[in-house]
Nanobody, 121 residues
Framework: QVQLVESGGGLVQPGGSLRLSCAAS????????MGWYRQAPGKQRDLVAL???????NYADFVKGRFTISRDNAKNTVFLQMNSLKPEDTAVYYC???????????????WGQGTQVTVSS
């Protein structure tokens, strides 16, 4: 089992920055994919950024060049640095971890509770 707790959301003006944190606790897995997703009111949940256990990253086109995903392994924490924020970035941001379990072979999926990000003047 994995528990994920997000923090760092809030209200920021357009052009500003925020850093979201996702603290993971519980079981530790060697093969995983950490991700940030977001969901605006009335819309589907969209992928924002991914970070794999080998350090590979992937970003949605709408955040490329503005957002950066990273991890502090010692603290079991994943971050999302968000710069040049736009009103359309307003959403609830969720942390996700997909872990590979060997017996039986499968991917398990864990979600945090979400943190609100509001970009407005």
């Amino acid at each position: 089992q994995v528990q994920l707790v997000e923090s760092g959301g809030g209200l920021v003006q357009p052009g500003g920055s925020l850093r979201l944190s996702c603290a993971a606790s519980g079981s530790i897995f060697s093969i995983y994919i950490m991700g940030w997703y977001r969901q605006a009111p009335g819309k589907q949940r969209d992928l924002v950024a991914l970070l794999t256990n080998d350090g590979s990253t992937n970003y949605a086109d709408f955040v490329k060049g503005r957002f950066t995903i990273s991890r502090d392994n010692a603290k079991n924490t994943v971050f999302l640095q968000m710069n040049s924020l736009k009103p359309e970035d307003t959403a609830v941001y969720y942390c996700n971890e997909k872990v590979y379990v060997t017996t039986p072979p499968r991917w398990d999926d864990y979600w945090g509770q979400g943190t609100q990000v509001t970009v407005s003047s």
